[in-house]
Nanobody
């Protein structure tokens, strides 16, 4: 299993931008699709975005399309989530995942510890 460590979360104002990073180790990074999920207090874990092994295919949940961009650097074993035009409803703990690239959290074996993103109105 690959180990994942997220960074880049924090407290921002509505409309601001933030970039999350996720560094992977202990596995062959380029053999995994990568993704981001988030979980807000009292809510279920939600798919945010995924990127295929080569980076050619990217998927987003509707609520972040046009505002968030997922990317990866296989040479650095790192995946990024660039978040723009942030809204208070984006407030959540964001988790990096490695696995199939699907929308179902049960399809992922490797999860990071999470990083908190708080968007103030």
């Amino acid at each position: 299993q690959v180990q994942l460590v997220e960074s880049g979360g924090g407290l921002v104002q509505a409309g601001d931008s933030l970039r999350l990073s996720c560094a992977a180790s202990g596995g062959t990074f380029s053999s995994y699709a990568m993704g981001w999920f988030r979980q807000a207090p009292g809510k279920e874990r939600e798919f945010v975005a995924s990127i295929s092994r080569s980076g050619a295919i990217r998927r987003y949940t509707d609520s972040v399309k046009g505002r968030f961009t997922i990317s990866r650097d296989n040479a650095k074993s790192t995946v990024y989530l660039q978040m723009g035009s942030l809204k208070p409803e984006d407030t959540a703990v964001y988790y990096c995942v490695a696995g199939s690239g699907s929308f179902d959290p049960n399809d992922y074996d490797s999860w990071g510890q999470g990083t908190q993103v708080t968007v103030a109105s």
